[in-house]
T-cell receptor
Framework: DAKTTQPNSMESNEEEPVHLPCNHS???????IHWYRQLPSQGPEYVIH???SNVNNRMASLAIAEDRKSSTLILHRATLRDAAVYYC????????????FGKGTRLSVIA | EAEVAQSPRYKITEKSQAVAFWCDPI?????LYWYRQILGQGPELLVQ????????DSQLPKDRFSAERLKGVDSTLKIQPAELGDSAMYLC???????????FGDGTRLSIL
């Protein structure tokens, strides 16, 4: 399975933007970059995914490097509710490809 | 509240006992997954169903774990006999089809005494 590397933890002030990095230097051409997050005492929640172009949705933006070896999840205005573990996952799109979770980045949001 | 329903929310039992978890996926979702999450780690896939058929159970400890999805809708995961090392969060997820984003339930936290 293609591997991702994320910082163990990050901290942000409320109402400020947050940039969560992910390195994936061994990404293959058909791997999509998926982000999930897990709030305390809840199951993971899908955030966003992309292949090559930057993506935006109501929850976040995903910025993908031109060489695709890294990506950044951007929360435009962090709230206390965004405190969670954020997982960056590579997933192929052919056949049946599982989600392989690492340890993720634990984001703390300070009021 | 998660759209994927799981019960019970918490389960405490003694080792060597049998335990069962139930999951009701989002209506219309053909793919159903069971994960185990040990404290401090990410979820690990145990078994995946496409409709009523098992697609992947390579990580399921089949000597004690079993899973079924008889009518291709809800699913049950069973452990018999439970061991101390089975203490974990058991998560169910569903997706519309293969490789689509997964929607997770809030899990069952299992504690083995």
């Amino acid at each position: 399975d293609a591997k991702t590397t994320q910082p163990n933890s990050m901290e942000s002030n409320e109402e400020e933007p947050v940039h969560l990095p992910c390195n994936h230097s061994t990404i293959s051409g058909t791997d999509y970059i998926h982000w999930y997050r897990q709030l305390p005492s809840q199951g993971p929640e899908y955030v966003i995914h992309g292949l090559t172009s930057n993506v935006n949705n109501r929850m976040a933006s995903l910025a993908i490097a031109e060489d695709r070896k890294s990506s950044t999840l951007i929360l435009h205005r962090a709230t206390l509710r965004d405190a969670a573990v954020y997982y960056c996952i590579l997933r192929g799109n052919s056949g049946n490809t599982p989600l392989v979770f690492g340890k993720g980045t634990r984001l703390s949001v300070i009021a | 509240e998660a759209e994927v329903a799981q019960s019970p929310r918490y389960k405490i039992t003694e080792k060597s006992q049998a335990v069962a978890f139930w999951c009701d996926p989002i209506s219309g979702h053909a793919t159903l997954y069971w994960y185990r999450q040990i404290l401090g780690q990410g979820p690990e896939l145990l078994v995946q169903f496409q409709d009523e058929s098992v697609v992947d159970d390579s990580q399921l400890p089949k000597d004690r774990f079993s899973a079924e999805r008889l009518k291709g809708v809800d699913s049950t995961l069973k452990i018999q006999p439970a061991e101390l090392g089975d203490s974990a969060m058991y998560l169910c997820a569903s997706s519309f089809s293969l490789n689509q984003p997964q929607h997770f339930g809030d899990g069952t936290r299992l504690s083995i005494l």
